[in-house]
């Protein structure tokens, strides 16, 4: 545990276009996500298209979600009371600090000092690890994904998938390390067949486990585990005592509402029409599963989220991932730019959000708005909208002699009267001719503009503006036009 | 635009006091700027039997924003006149196809051209192949389609300055699958996509220009 | 409002923390967006929500029941169709093919469709490790959807606990074609009365697909899957 972890923490995080720099020189990280983004968003295509009801499911998780949302305190109330009822116990946490805390007692209470870990970006969000690490317990993670990047000292790139920045081969050092396997293959296969022979052994013996929660079914105190790998399954009904934390936002109001759910996640998130396991249970069930259950739920600003009318919709998320594979931007990165658990569209709107707005203020301008995102989300999430709503809120936060700002205020007074935007003309016309120069074909072009407008010719030349523009033609065939 | 719209047989008007939609502000974060613009277009173009833009993201900042900002100025006159203008608001394939219902537009240009979906007509205006069947009716056109059609060029307004070199990343993606139709050119329905993906070509001098659709359509056979 | 969001408690009793905890975390939830209104009024605007997608089936029966051997087909799982007094003799003909003899059955399955010549041992509770001994398990199921191809059991008569269908590595599953639904809408309402059992929905053996996006099968739980549809 000696090597260098990197820890995505977005009050520590360099800004998105700093990240991003650094990200885009790494080839072997963007061909893993250009071709993982590629292959699940062409799985995606084909299931979705198969449904030729799939964009009435999309509205109906749509009002599914906000009229959750709408209703929040009374569903939550009725999700503890039934979950109670059937012998689970339910906690409360204001924010990440408490939600560890209150972990980490409940694992002590097992009598356990170590435990098998579902993935949950829940559990990512707050560095649960860390905390139980530094209480004396070991946590042992049980996704293959996670399980990589917990033995390669890494962070998760991808809501999904996790590991996608991995190829076989880093994976294939990084057991071979780990698990102690110099004579490793190489076939994916080999890989998994190794990640299941050392965390069978696990499973089989250890007695408490931590789980994260897809849904909490308020109308009957169940909750839902959607997953792949079967190690869900081996972690919610071996061990002992299970502890699941959840988001507040995790809530769905009626087992019936799972018709939905369970429709537009696995096509949108694996491209598939189902993902292998669901896993459904309510409280505590004699001889079947844990003794002891409890379930934590969490706060951690999502009713910061939830005040904002325009950004409240950002809790709506079903965390597919399928805006990341979507997102032209994400494909150029990776998540690990995104200085957060939360990466690629959703990831922008919902971290600077979850930071109150006082962190991650680049990223809701990490986008060039291009709405593939909200093309695909399951749920509707107008995340365009919320992006420029967001940045609203990081400009209200500026100092006023701020010198975008002020430039903006410029531009915006040119914009308002006829007369500054003509004078505007003439004045680039002038201010750019020193820096034109004729190309071979004789038309004029610049190619380097000073300071900030330097990110522009970097790789693109601008075009000298025309000799006439368009209202000085206008003006001049008027007498002869039509 | 204006000599296809001639050609078509309409009555063209331009009224001189027009400025800006306010999207580059509005996009940014800055809402305050833009809001008497909406005003400023509504009083310009108010008497208009159609209004007809040569720009998808122009026409998607107005039909998607500028309700909500009448809203917010809260002046019930303009509130209605917002209302009842926008309707007739057009982006300038969407006014060939849907509103007159035409494909073939007279028009005749013998090159190879590929079409860029820019992101705002394809996803806010929803034009679905409307530019491509106006393009394809074009005589002696050799229409390509390029790879990764419906991906963004880069652009994103003040996000190619902001965050230049993911800008740049997503530039070479677009750039080379132009270069991978063989096209002479690359064209589109909105000038800050043409102007970005042009800067790309030209710098790496590649001899492949962009041309805005309406340029394609006003395009004519010279006279023998 | 950051007051106390980073402030760390001493937690003297989880049970006491976490009451001051819940009182806030409602309240907050109230002040920002409203305290909710009469459960009546909820109920009303949960019953509004358009349900404009597909509830019931549009398939004929026999097309319903073609697409799930075609769906169980694809998982590579063996799926085969008989007649109720023919399931015997296809249970022990798929055990054999696999290799399996000492197989564990949960309580109350069917004893009509376990064929002579195997060990078939009864699931009293017998521990993880005991469980990992056996070759494979044999079960029921409570409903099976066509389109997704997948099966739901539940701890019941004849399906068992959790774990009886997730150590062996090899589930031999029988689901009567009764139990055959075409939409997840219409298996969730099957499921609806028995909501609270513990409820596995199987489609397929485990897989992933973390390692360069190949979709890799049989990671945990069991990587051989086969189906008889008996009716």
């Known amino acids: 545990m000696s090597a260098k972890l990197h820890v995505l923490d977005p009050t520590t995080s360099p800004s998105f276009p700093v990240a991003a720099k650094t990200m885009l020189g790494n080839t072997q990280l963007r061909k893993n996500v250009r071709h993982a983004t590629e292959v699940i968003q062409n799985k995606r295509a084909r299931v979705v298209s198969e449904l030729p009801d799939w964009q009435q499911l999309r509205e109906a998780g749509r009002q599914i979600r906000t009229h959750t949302m709408a209703n929040l305190d009374f569903y939550l109330e009725e999700f503890e009371r039934n979950c109670t009822k059937a012998g689970g116990v339910v906690h409360w946490a204001r924010d990440a600090a408490e939600a560890k805390q209150i972990v980490t007692a409940l694992v002590k209470a097992s009598g356990s000092d170590e435990v098998i870990k579902v993935k949950s970006m829940t559990t990512e969000e707050i560095h649960l690890n860390h905390a139980l690490e530094a209480a004396g317990i070991r946590a042992y993670e049980t996704d293959l994904a996670e399980l990589i990047l917990q033995l390669g000292h890494d962070m998760p790139s991808h809501i999904v998938v996790p590991a996608l920045h991995k190829n076989r081969q880093q994976i294939r050092e990084i057991f071979q390390r780990e698990m102690n396997l110099p004579e490793l293959g190489e076939r994916p296969q080999d890989l998994a067949d190794a990640a299941r022979r050392f965390l069978r052994e696990k499973f089989l013996r250890v007695k408490t486990a931590v789980s994260g929660a897809n849904f909490l079914i308020a109308e009957t105190g169940g909750v839902c585990i959607i997953e792949s790998e079967g190690n869900g399954r081996m972690c919610v009904t071996l061990p002992e005592t299970l502890i699941t934390i959840a988001g507040i936002d995790k809530v769905l109001p009626r087992f019936q509402d799972l018709e939905v759910m369970l429709q537009l996640i696995p096509r949108s998130a694996t491209g598939e029409r189902m993902n292998p396991y669901n896993s459904i249970w309510t409280g505590v069930h004699e001889g079947d599963g844990p003794r002891t259950f409890h379930v934590v739920l969490m706060d951690n600003a999502r009713t910061e989220v939830l005040a904002d009318e325009e950004g409240r919709q950002t809790l709506n998320c079903v965390r597919c991932g399928a805006c990341q594979n979507a997102c032209p931007v994400y494909r150029q990165t990776g998540g690990l730019a995104y200085g957060s658990v939360y990466a690629g569209p959703i990831g922008a709107i919902l971290t600077p959000q979850l930071q109150q707005m006082h962190h991650a203020q680049s990223l809701p301008y990490a986008s060039s708005l291009c709405g593939a995102c909200y093309e695909v989300c399951p749920v509707k999430i107008n995340i365009p909208e919320v992006l420029i709503h967001l940045r609203h809120k990081v400009v209200e936060q500026k100092d006023t002699l701020d010198a975008e700002a002020l430039a903006m205020k410029a531009m915006g007074l040119i914009f308002r009267s006829e007369r500054r935007f003509r004078a505007a003309q003439r004045l680039g016309r002038i201010a750019e001719a020193p820096l034109v120069r004729k190309d071979g074909q004789g038309s004029g072009w610049i190619d380097r503009l000073p300071g900030i407008l330097g990110g522009w010719t970097q790789v693109r030349d601008l075009q000298q503006m025309p000799k006439e523009t368009f209202r000085e033609w206008w003006e001049k065939r008027g007498s002869r036009g039509k | 635009m204006v000599k296809v719209l001639e050609r078509l047989g309409h009555t063209v008007e331009f009224p001189a006091g027009q400025t800006c939609c306010g999207q580059m502000h509005w996009n940014t974060g800055y809402q305050a700027e833009p809001l008497p613009l909406v005003g400023q277009f509504v009083s310009q173009f108010k008497g208009a039997e159609a209004v007809v833009v040569p720009s998808s993201s122009c026409v998607a900042m107005m039909r998607d924003h500028y309700p909500k900002m009448a809203a917010e100025i809260g002046d019930a006159k303009l509130i209605k006149d917002v209302e009842e203008l926008l309707p007739r608001v057009f982006e300038f394939s969407e006014f060939l196809t849907k509103r007159l219902g035409l494909e073939d537009v007279g028009a005749y240009y013998p090159h190879r051209v590929t079409y860029h979906a820019s992101c705002h007509g394809l996803r806010n205006l929803g034009l679905g192949d409307g530019p491509q069947r106006l393009l394809k009716a074009v005589r002696g056109i050799d229409l390509v389609e390029i790879q990764g059609l419906e991906q963004c060029c880069g652009f994103g307004g003040t996000f190619a300055i902001k965050n230049a070199d993911v800008s740049s990343a997503m530039l070479a993606e677009k750039t080379t699958a132009v270069l991978n139709t063989g096209a002479e050119a690359c064209t589109a329905c909105d000038n800050s996509c043409l102007m970005h993906i042009q800067g790309a070509l030209h710098r790496q001098r590649t001899g492949v220009r962009t041309v805005h659709l309406a340029e394609i359509l006003a395009s004519e056979e010279a006279v023998a | 409002m950051s007051g106390g969001r980073n402030e760390v408690r001493v937690a003297n009793e989880p049970t006491m923390n976490s009451s001051d905890a819940r009182a806030l975390v409602l309240r907050r939830i109230q002040a ?118 997948s099966i739901v059991l539940q701890d019941v008569p004849g399906q ?12 031999l599953c029988l689901v009567r074609v009764e139990d055959v639904v075409e939409t997840v809408p219409e298996a969730m309402d099957r499921l609806r009365a028995t909501a609270t059992l513990p409820t596995t929905f199987f489609s397929g053996p485990s897989a992933t697909a973390d390692i360069e996006m190949t979709r890799i099968k049989g990671v945990h739980g069991p990587r051989f899957l086969d189906v008889i549809l008996v009716g």
């Open chain 3, 32 to 149: 920002a967006k409203g305290a909710a209104p009469e459960a009546t009024v909820i109920e009303r605007e949960w019953c509004a929500i358009e349900r404009n997608y597909q509830r019931t089936a549009t398939r004929g029966r026999e097309a319903v029941l073609e697409l799930l051997e075609d769906r169980l087909r694809d998982y590579d799982a063996h799926v085969m169709r008989v007649r109720p007094n023919e399931v015997a003799a296809t249970v022990a003909m798929m055990l054999r093919e696999r290799g399996k003899q000492r197989v564990v059955i949960p309580a109350g399955l069917t004893a009509d469709w376990l064929p002579e010549g195997f060990e078939f041992v009864v699931d009293h509770g017998a521990s993880a490790v005991e469980l990992d001994g056996f070759d494979g398990v044999v079960t029921g199921a409570t409903v099976a959807i066509a389109e997704t191809g």
């Open chain 3, 160 to 171: 068992g606990r959790r774990a009886v269908t997730l150590v062996p590595d090899y589930h």
